[in-house]
């Protein structure tokens, strides 16, 4: 069994298989573990995705399981390795990505690595280290009202720099479109300056495959899931025949959104707005002890036979900031994960076997409460989403179809769209 290539460590699970996707789509085997495990995989993946809770929990917390991430990683023989965080790089205003960045730098002992969550196909890009979402800067997008990690600056060498003690560059957008040596040789400048963190301009895939090219030699990469279209090319290898082919589905279809994104928010309107049945949990009801996991489940129960069912907390900003300020954020955000767990692992023991869970948390949520350790990457729905599989043992047949959505991806209709896609490609 061959050493795997590329050793990958993400922050949340969305963002873990939206990594694992496009490593994927170019060909790579790849196999995504929940959580640090605990032997060695037997596996011939050509990359390992280690999956993560560490966005939003305390620093120090995220540098431990990232470090832990790291050297186990390194003891399967990985070549390069891969910190993933989000499109939208948000962190805590202490950190998380500067602190864990210089963890892995100081555990790797270089001195030197890039930083750039661009993902053109998402509309994610960055024009002179300034972060754009879609047409937008990243501060007047949806993400400067997230609940756990508001947006309020674009301009990523700023953002980063005040989370570091490294000293942190750029590499614009005049060098990348100068192609791999022209990245090779700014680079070279930086580091001969004591610069030892880059932010890196992208705007299309093209952008990506230049820098995938020039970062073939660098130990660590940092990055959101759209550089990793462009590395694939540096380990020689042949597209593998199948590599996102998946068993058949089976069993139920139901969605659980955690998400209060904006893109989420369109999402479940038009879902509803579609006659799909859909369950709202109450985040006050929760806080007084009311049991609504059973309700929701004994309600999608009778549900079930007659299509997709949706259980969501989903809400606009102002509903959002109104339970949090009477529950506090913390608190507010762990019982509604609480229960969407334990609603997603209902809704398996009641014979789901298609399962789409929207938000980064909600996801992480769910992928333990369902027992998950590890997923098989399969067909993309849309950019940045596949369809995975995995083994659950409170899923009726053993195993189960899963798709992790970040709050932010997707088209309006990508439920109706998600579960089409499986039914067509799985």
């Known amino acids: 069994m061959k050493a795997p290539f590329l050793g990958c460590i ?22 995504q573990s ?4 605990d032997a060695p995989l037997d596996t011939d ?10 966005r939003t929990i305390p620093a120090a917390e995220a540098v431990a399981q990232s470090l832990a991430a790291l050297k186990w990683l390194r003891a399967q023989g990985t070549q390069q390795t891969y910190f993933k965080y989000c499109s939208t ?7 998380n990505i500067g602190p864990v960045t210089d963890a892995l730098m100081d555990a790797l002992q270089i001195d030197f690595t890039i930083a750039c969550p661009a993902f053109p196909e998402n509309g994610r890009t960055v024009f002179k280290g300034y972060l754009f979402v879609g047409d937008e800067l990243l501060h007047e997008s949806g993400m400067r009202n997230h609940p756990l990690t508001p947006m309020t600056d674009s301009n990523l060498v700023r953002v980063l720099q005040a989370q570091t003690t490294r000293r942190v560059g750029l590499i614009d957008h005049r060098t990348v479109a100068g192609g791999t040596a022209a ?5 070279a400048a930086l580091r001969s300056q004591g610069v030892s963190m880059a932010i890196v301009d992208a705007t299309d895939n093209e952008d990506l495959m230049q820098m995938g090219r020039a970062f073939a030699t660098l130990p660590l990469v940092t990055a959101g899931s759209g550089v990793a279209i462009g590395l694939p090319q540096n380990f020689g290898l042949d597209a593998v025949a199948g590599a996102a082919q998946l068993p058949a589905a089976r069993g139920g279809r139901a969605i659980v959104s955690g998400s209060c994104s904006t893109a989420t928010n369109a999402q479940v309107a038009n879902f509803i707005g579609h006659g799909g049945a859909a369950f709202a949990i109450d985040p006050l009801r929760l806080a007084e002890g009311a049991d609504v996991a059973s309700e929701a489940l004994a309600w999608a129960e009778e549900q ?5 069912v949706l259980v969501y907390a989903t809400a606009q900003p102002d509903a959002v900031r109104a339970v949090q300020a009477q529950l506090g954020v913390a608190h507010a955000g762990e019982i509604v994960e609480h229960a969407m767990g334990a609603i997603a692992r209902g809704l398996a023991e009641r014979g ?23 997923l098989r990457i399969g067909p993309q729905i849309a950019p940045g989403v596949p369809w995975c599989h995995a083994a659950s043992p409170h899923a009726k047949d053993g195993g189960l179809h899963i798709a992790l959505k970040s709050g932010n991806f997707g088209a309006v ?3 109706t769209q998600a579960f089409a896609t499986l039914g067509r490609d799985a």
Not at 89 to 95: C, L, P, Q, V
Not at 353 to 374: P, R
């Open 10 to 31: 993400a922050d949340d699970f969305t963002g873990a298989t939206d990594l694992a996707n496009n490593l994927v789509r170019a060909g790579m085997r790849v196999v």
């Open 34 to 37: 929940i959580g640090v495990p």
């Open 45 to 54: 993946a050509d990359a390992i995705v280690v999956a993560l809770k560490s």
């Open 89 to 95: 790089f948000d962190s805590t205003a202490e950190g």
């Open 183 to 187: 990245i090779e040789t700014r680079i």
């Open 304 to 308: 079930l036979a007659d299509g997709p």
């Open 352 to 374: 789901v076997g298609q399962l789409i869970v929207a938000g980064g948390e909600t996801s992480g949520a769910c992928v333990q409460s369902l027992g998950i350790t590890t």
């Open 413 to 415: 209709d990508f439920f």
